[in-house]
């Protein structure tokens, strides 16, 4: 038997259970992983209260598809199904779907078909399972920044997942970052590569950078406005933020962008996962990435996990341990 998160509908984090359920056997072209650790995110918290409603069509209509919660994993492989050649017994993995895995389980069956990688020697299982979602969005934002090395990025919400993974994947690109942060973190989100870092606690960071000109304003939050951040970006700069908006607005930019003159919105929609991979592993092997882990939470204890991300106090990631 094994212990897994358990849900049958939409709701807040009163719905969420622990249950004991028989521990899956893999099929053709699967594996058994027993995770060791995953996180709960931003975008768990859409597949828990199904929020925005057409998420739904995703991740299942009018119930949930998988009862557990849970999009990203790492942890070890423990068994193979038939045909499957690509990993063996033993090997560590790591993997990520942005429609919801079930992974806050403590035995995870998964198709080889999805996105998933060994993790580096000498990288732990918690900093793999962080350095997943928040790193997938940041990558697609950054791919609609035509960026040169030595291009000034300004990166708001500097200390949440996709901020701070966006920081390392910038400098990997060879930008000059600005980062905003609150001042208690200043250092933390230097340490991740940032060229410069402010304190929003300060001053609207808006007129902290005054006179100042970015290729690219990333507000990995979405607290800010693409009219309060037009003034920091040059003749062709790009706005990216992480959510929709006030009324969707930043939809509605993107789309009317090629009509537009000057700075422009993108609002990618994030795809591809297994380049993300791609790009964060080497990464994580080289000690060039190292994500934010904010707080640990055990299964048990899954509910005020996810309380306390929907609360967006956090820093980074927040970890569910499983082994």
């Known amino acids: 038997m094994m212990q897994t998160a358990y849900r049958t509908a939409y709701g807040p984090p009163e719905v969420l259970t622990v249950r004991d359920v028989p521990v899956p056997e893999p099929g053709a072209g699967e594996i058994l992983v027993r995770v060791h ?31 557990a919660t849970g999009t990203d994993f790492a942890g070890e492989v423990v068994a193979t199904g038939p045909d499957v050649t690509q990993f063996s017994v033993g090997d560590r993995v790591m993997g990520f779907h942005d429609h919801n895995l079930g992974s806050h389980a403590q ?15 000498g990288v732990g299982f918690e900093t793999a399972a962080a350095s997943m979602e928040g790193a997938h969005y940041a990558r697609n934002f950054l791919d609609r920044m035509p960026l040169r090395p030595g291009d000034r990025v300004l990166v708001y919400g500097a200390t949440g997942a996709i901020g701070s993974a966006a920081i390392a994947l910038l400098k990997h690109a060879g930008a000059q970052v600005t980062a905003v942060c609150a001042e208690p973190h200043r250092d933390a989100v230097a340490a991740l590569g940032a060229d410069r870092v402010l304190d929003y606690t300060r001053a609207p960071f808006t007129e902290q950078l005054r006179g100042e000109t970015f290729v690219a304003v990333l507000d990995a939050v979405g607290k800010s406005r693409f009219s309060a951040c037009r003034p920091l970006l040059g003749e062709n700069g790009i706005y990216a933020s992480s959510e929709l908006g006030p009324r969707g607005e930043n939809i509605f930019l993107a789309l009317a962008a090629p009509a537009m003159r000057g700075p422009k919105v993108r609002f990618p929609i994030p795809t591809d996962i297994a380049r993300s991979l791609e790009l964060v592993v080497p990464l994580l092997a080289q000690g060039a990435f190292r994500p934010l882990i904010d707080r640990r939470y055990a299964l048990a204890d899954i509910r005020q996990a996810f309380a306390y991300v929907a609360s967006g106090q956090k820093i980074g990631n927040v970890i569910l341990t499983l082994a």
């Not at 650790?37 to 598809?65: E, I």
């Not at 035995?107 to 020697?121: E, F, K, N």
């Open 107 to 121: 035995y995870l069956r998964v198709s080889v078909r999805r996105a998933i990688a060994r993790i580096p020697d």
């Open 37 to 67: 650790a995953a996180t709960v995110n931003r975008t768990d918290c859409g597949a828990l209260w199904g929020k925005p409603y057409v998420f739904r069509f995703f991740v299942g209509w009018p119930r949930p598809r998988e009862v």
